[in-house]
C-alpha cells in the first residue's frame, strides 16, 4: 500500500505544473472571516476577536486523514474626529493556518496580516463600505523519508536498495496577496443585511517544488502557478422575535477550473436572552464543478452553542456522492470556536455562526 502512496506522491510531483492548485477549504467559512475575506477584519461589534477551526477530512476512508485549522484574531480601532454614534474604524489582524496529509507530511503553513479600513456611509442606518488588504507568507513541505520507489525492491520482500530517482528540495516559501470589500447595512434592529466580495492570489505565485531545478531534466516544465481565487457572498440575518433568529446565507468561489457553491440559512435559538446563551443549527448544501463535471457535493449539518462572547461550532459534511456512488467513509468534521472582547452590541453586522 505504501508503495501505491508513493507512486501517487511522486505522480504528484512530477506533474504539478497540469494540477489546478487550490486553496484550503473550510465549510464554517463564516467561522474564518479573515479566510473568507481581508475586508472582514474588523466587521463586529467589540474591539478584539480571535478564534479558531479545526477540519478533518475522509478519516474513515483513508489511512492518514487530511487535517486543516487555522488561528487568528483582529483589533478594531475608531477613527476619531468621524462621526461619535457611527464612526469610522480601521483594523489589523492576522491569521495562521495549516493543512497537512499525514501519510507523507505534505504539508502547506501560511501566517498573514490584514489591514482593513471601515467608512461610514449613513449615520441613521450604520451603512459601511470596508476595504481590505492581506499581506501573506507561505511554506510548502514534504517529507521524503518514507516514500518508496520500484528500484529500491530487491525482489524479495522489502524496498531497501538505493533510489536513483532525484527529487526537489522539499522545503520552500511564497509570498501571498487579497484585496477585498464589505458592505454592510442594518436598517432596524430585526433586519441586516451584509455582502462582499475578495480577489486571493492576484499574483499567482508558483508553487512548483521544480521551479528552482536546474539538475533534473530541462525540458521538465517548472512552473506550477496558484489559480486568482474569486469569492462573492451574501448575508442577511432576520430577528423573528427574541428568541429566533434566521441567518440565510450564500457563498460562491471561483479558481481556475473549479466553482463552488454554499447556500444555505442557520437558526439562532436563544436559551437565555439575558445571559447571551443561544443554541445555533442550520443546513447547507454544496454543489460543484471540477473541472468539467457538475455534481451536488454534500450537505453540511451545523450545530453551536452561544455563551456570552463566546460561540463553539461543529459541522459535518455529508457527503452525497457517497450516496450517489454507494461509497463510505468520504465526510468532513470542523470544529470551531470564536470570543469577540468588549462586546457593545448584540446585534453584529458580521454574522459570526
Not at 536498495?161 to 477585498?180: C, H, R, W
Request: proline share 3%; net charge negative; glycine share 8%.
Amino acid at each position: 500500500m505504501k508503495l501505491v502512496y508513493s507512486i501517487i506522491i511522486l505522480s504528484v510531483l512530477l506533474s504539478l505544473n497540469k494540477l489546478s492548485a487550490q486553496d484550503q477549504h473550510f465549510s464554517q467559512f463564516f467561522a474564518a472571516p479573515l479566510n473568507l475575506n481581508p475586508a472582514l477584519a474588523g466587521s463586529y461589534d467589540g474591539s478584539f476577536r480571535v478564534g479558531a477551526i479545526y477540519r478533518d477530512q475522509w478519516r474513515a476512508a483513508i489511512e492518514n486523514s487530511i487535517s486543516t485549522y487555522g488561528v487568528g484574531g483582529d483589533l478594531r480601532y475608531e477613527i476619531p474626529f468621524t462621526n461619535k454614534k457611527n464612526p469610522d474604524f480601521a483594523s489589523v489582524g492576522f491569521q495562521f493556518y495549516g493543512d497537512n496529509a499525514a501519510l507523507y507530511d505534505l504539508n502547506t503553513n501560511q501566517l498573514s496580516l490584514f489591514f482593513a479600513y471601515h467608512k461610514a456611509l449613513d449615520k441613521r442606518t450604520r451603512q459601511y463600505l470596508g476595504l481590505g488588504f492581506q499581506l501573506g507568507l507561505a511554506q510548502k513541505n514534504i517529507n521524503y523519508e518514507d516514500l518508496q520507489f520500484g528500484d529500491q525492491f530487491n525482489n524479495l520482500d522489502a524496498f531497501d536498495l538505493e533510489t536513483s530517482e532525484q527529487l526537489p528540495v522539499n522545503n520552500f516559501a511564497y509570498g501571498d496577496f487579497g484585496v477585498g470589500l464589505h458592505y454592510t447595512i442594518s436598517p432596524s434592529k430585526y433586519f441586516n443585511f451584509n455582502t462582499g466580495v475578495a480577489l486571493a492570489h492576484f499574483h499567482t505565485p508558483n508553487i512548483s517544488f521544480f521551479k528552482s531545478v536546474d539538475a533534473i531534466n530541462p525540458d521538465l516544465e517548472k512552473e506550477s502557478n496558484l489559480h486568482m481565487k474569486y469569492s462573492a457572498y451574501l448575508n442577511t440575518e432576520f430577528r423573528v422575535s427574541e428568541q429566533l433568529r434566521i441567518t440565510p446565507r450564500v457563498l460562491f468561489l471561483s479558481q481556475g477550473p473549479h466553482l463552488e457553491l454554499n447556500a444555505g440559512s442557520g437558526f439562532r435559538i436563544a436559551r437565555n436572552e439575558a445571559a447571551k446563551q443561544a443554541f445555533h443549527v442550520g443546513a447547507f448544501l454544496r454543489p460543484v464543478r471540477d473541472v468539467e463535471v457538475y455534481t451536488l457535493d454534500a450537505l453540511i449539518l451545523l450545530g453551536g452553542f452561544e455563551y456570552d462572547n463566546m460561540l463553539i461550532g461543529f459541522s459535518y459534511d455529508l457527503s452525497l456522492r457517497d450516496l450517489i456512488n454507494d461509497r463510505q467513509g468520504i465526510g468532513v468534521f470542523e470544529f470551531s470556536i470564536s470570543y469577540i472582547g468588549e462586546y457593545e452590541n448584540d446585534f453584529n453586522f458580521c454574522p459570526t455562526f
